[in-house]
């Protein structure tokens, strides 16, 4: 069983940055896609940027040039830097995890691991 815990969520002011913190734990491939997602209030949940095995990284368009995904394999933890941040940026903010495929998909339903939320409050 994987277990992924998120962290680093909070409130902010716009234009203020936040680094997410996802750590795994449990019987965990290293090498497999890994990724954030958000869901805002009644809105679907939408991916916002993903790490395949080879470490290539993947960004929401609306979203580039503020985010950086990175990842620690020594420590198995995921991270999220997150820049110049939008009160639209208010969301719970998800780490997900594919089981044993390093390819990433933007599909949420290709993520067999996920993380109970850190919720991102950003406001104007």
């Known amino acids: 069983q994987v277990h992924l815990v998120e962290s680093g969520g909070g409130s902010v002011q716009a234009g203020g940055s936040l680094r997410l913190s996802c750590a795994a734990s449990?019987?965990?491939?290293?090498?497999?896609?890994m990724g954030w997602f958000r869901q805002a209030p009644g809105k679907e949940r939408e991916w916002v940027a993903l790490?395949?095995?080879?470490?290539?990284?993947t960004y929401e368009d609306s979203l580039k040039g503020r985010l950086t995904i990175s990842k620690d394999n020594a420590e198995s933890t995921l991270y999220l830097q997150m820049n110049s941040l939008k009160p639209e940026d208010t969301a719970i903010y998800y780490c997900?995890?594919?089981?044993?495929?390093?390819?990433?998909?933007?599909?949420?339903?290709?993520?067999?691991?996920w993380g109970p939320g850190t919720q991102v409050t950003v406001s104007s």
């Open positions: 997900a995890a594919r089981s044993y495929a390093r390819q990433c998909t933007r599909d949420r339903s290709g993520y067999a691991y």
């Open positions: 449990g019987y965990f491939d290293r090498y497999a896609c």
């Open positions: 790490l395949d095995g080879n470490g290539a990284a």
